[in-house]
């Protein structure tokens, strides 16, 4: 046999070799991944992040549930809504409730490898008290002095004792070392406000901006850590029809809709499982500004409420801004109001955010009020304008979304 033969043989059984074990591997790794591959998993959702930091994140809800993924607080509650620490060790209550003494973890460290010490808890919490700071934060650590008594130990005096103290340290912590030399009014301008350090399960990885939109992100991208998926990257989309879209595109593999019936063109679809998840922790309230003469009526109020309720598929109705599996929960019974006892107004606008979220329950809202011969306007704004409506009760009814405490007393 000629060595040129010889050559060419021993190629082809080399080449041989190789595409059996490609066959071996697309035979058990049917979605044709390499060995060393990273796992990357794709979610659409309908919105845009905007700041990914936790003095900012109240504002937005794709910004609000991440968030909390990628930065720690000193304290997070489980699911037995006690409180346990995070990026704590342990803390003391002393003088009857109003000094807390915290030590933090001396092994905790950023996704940038800084270490995490009590100057980072100063810092973060301290600019909430920077008069430049007008995030929603502003009142969390008002009337109360931080201090670092050590690397690892911070000390909150309050003016008064307030027993929820705690949960107002699940606030995620800044990296002092990025963010320091940043001044207060500029920190919502930052561009680490889409690409954020943190020290959670999330670390950003990567982003990409559409170039035909300006300022839309395409996508952003972190990696799991200690997770079994490698990448978690979530694609973004105006409306919710693009998302429905892209995930028959094959574009995403999983998806979120606040409204169900937006997904009703997949009822049918192969492969599709469909979750619906109670909302928890959450409430959509309507505040009817009471220094306008249309609303002074109670019964008003209540008619125009009792309208919308009658719409929603609950078996049952709550009268209380507590979950009925509280302890403080108490239910209540009210009259039906009949429409022949009221002076209904000609008008009402309901002032909300520029969110699709609000949108969808502006839309329902305004649908229902206007079958009773009500002209119904929606008075959508940014997240500026709208604190500012809120703190001059410049509005007629305001749709808002609160979290609920996980003490009973709604009002401290």
Do not use: C
Not at 85 to 107: C, F, H, Q
Not at 189 to 200: I, K, T
Not at 227 to 245: C, M, N, S, W
Not at 306 to 324: C, G
């Amino acid at each position: 046999m000629s060595p040129r033969l010889n050559l060419a043989l021993r190629f082809f059984l080399f080449l041989l070799l190789i595409i059996g074990v490609i066959f071996l591997i697309l035979l058990f790794n049917p979605r044709g991944r390499l060995p060393g591959e990273k796992k990357v998993f794709i979610e659409g959702q309908v919105g845009q992040p905007l700041y990914l930091n936790p003095l900012f994140a109240d504002w937005n809800a794709i910004d609000r549930e991440l968030t909390p993924l990628i930065y720690r607080g000193l304290v997070h509650f489980n699911e037995n809504q006690v409180a346990v620490g995070d990026l704590a060790e342990s803390w003391k209550i002393k003088e009857e409730g109003k000094v807390y003494e915290i030590t933090l973890r001396n092994n905790q460290f950023w996704h940038d490898g800084k270490k995490i010490t009590s100057e980072d808890v100063v810092f973060t919490y301290g600019l909430t008290q920077n008069k430049e700071y007008q995030g929603p934060e502003k009142n969390t650590f008002a009337q109360v002095k931080i201090e670092a008594i050590g690397p690892f130990e911070v000390r909150f005096t309050l003016s008064e004792p307030f027993a929820p103290f705690l949960e107002n340290l699940t606030l995620g912590i800044l990296p002092a070392h990025l963010w320091q030399d940043i001044p207060p009014q500029e920190l919502i301008r930052s561009p680490l406000n889409l690409q954020p350090v943190g020290s959670g399960i999330l670390k950003f990885h990567r982003l990409k901006f559409n170039p035909e939109k300006k300022d839309w992100v395409d996508w952003l991208e972190f990696e799991i850590l200690n997770g079994k998926i490698d990448y978690l990257r979530l694609r973004f989309y105006a409306r919710p029809p693009e998302l429905v879209t892209a995930y028959k595109l094959g574009e995403i593999q999983a998806f979120i809709l606040d409204d169900p019936q937006q997904a009703a063109g997949l009822k049918n679809w192969p492969n599709l499982i469909p979750l619906h998840l109670p909302l928890q922790g959450k409430r959509w309230v309507l505040f009817f500004n009471l220094g306008q003469k249309k609303f002074a009526s109670r019964l008003l109020r209540r008619y125009l409420a009792q309208q919308i309720y009658a719409t929603l598929p609950y078996k049952e109705r709550f009268y209380s801004p507590l979950s009925p599996h509280s302890w403080a929960y108490e239910k209540q019974t009210l009259n039906k109001v009949n429409r022949d006892d009221l002076n209904l107004p000609s008008t009402i606008e309901i002032t909300l955010p520029y969110d699709h979220r609000y949108q969808i329950w502006g839309e329902k809202i305004k649908k229902i009020w206007e079958k009773e011969g009500i002209k119904v306007k929606l008075n959508l704004l940014n997240a500026f304008e709208f604190q500012k409506v809120i703190r001059q009760r410049d509005f007629e009814v305001l749709l808002l979304e609160q979290e609920i405490s996980r003490d009973p007393d709604q009002y401290i």
